[in-house]
């Protein structure tokens, strides 16, 4: 069954100055989310995927078309308090989301507002810096970490309120190789390990690969949707769409555009290793 769900959905940017027309930036968007799934949301800038994200917790209501989750309508205001409680949103700068100088008092920020018991909270801080394996920086200064480390401490604070879907709108643009690594495992383990719907917005083709689905958007609309491996196949349309592939996808593209007999769809490292092995053996 579908936890998210969106149905022709369009979306207009009021005009900031007098005369000019309201930016249309999503146009006519349907896609459904299940419960559990681990959805990479892809597109160049100005494709519409951060906006359709903001659509999953009503901070973003539709112009045209509804919004749901867990069959709640976005659009019903006595239902968007719930609506936020039940997905968590994770922006790209995790200076921006840290309210706290001290780790645990941030992640028990959103708990407290709301209205949750003293007691309680402690377990959901505790449980919650357990699952990013933070727990050991409780009594730290939160402005002290690395960059890594902080957007962590950002998902710990959405996994205290008990969400059963986070939605990260490039939670590792600003991070170095190391935080992104650290970034995604904790995503990945959240996802496997405790059952939470993922929607994961990135650049990164890497990260996008270990998701369950692509979504590929342009212009507002959806280009492309499916399985990693099927979507990633399609090197000349996502190319044409100015979009990456992986780096191993495009080095056995361009074998294969040079006449070299290699497999197709293959989406990482151990892949195109395994692919380059038989070729230089052939």
Known sequence: MEYLKAEHVSFFYDSTEEGQQAQQVLRDVSMEIKKGEFVALLGHNGSGKSTMAKHFNAMLLPSGGHVYVDSLDTADESLKYEIR??????????????????????VAFGPENLGIPPEEIRQRVDAALQAVGMAEYASHSAYKLSGGQKQRIAIAGIIAMQPDCIVLDEPTAMLDPRGRTEVMETIRRLNREHGITVVL???????????????????????????????????????????????ATELLYRLGQNGCTVPEGVLNEEECVAALELLLKA
């Open 201 to 247: 917005i990135t650049h990164y083709m890497d990260e996008a690969v270990q998701a369950d689905r692509v979504i590929v958007m342009d212009g507002g609309e959806i280009l492309v949707e499916g399985l990693p491996r099927e979507v990633f196949s399609h090197v000349e349309l996502l190319r044409q769409h100015r979009l990456d592939v992986p780096q």
């Open 85 to 106: 409680r039940r997905v968590g949103l994770v922006l790209q700068n995790p200076d921006n989301q840290l309210v706290a100088s001290i780790v645990e008092e941030d």
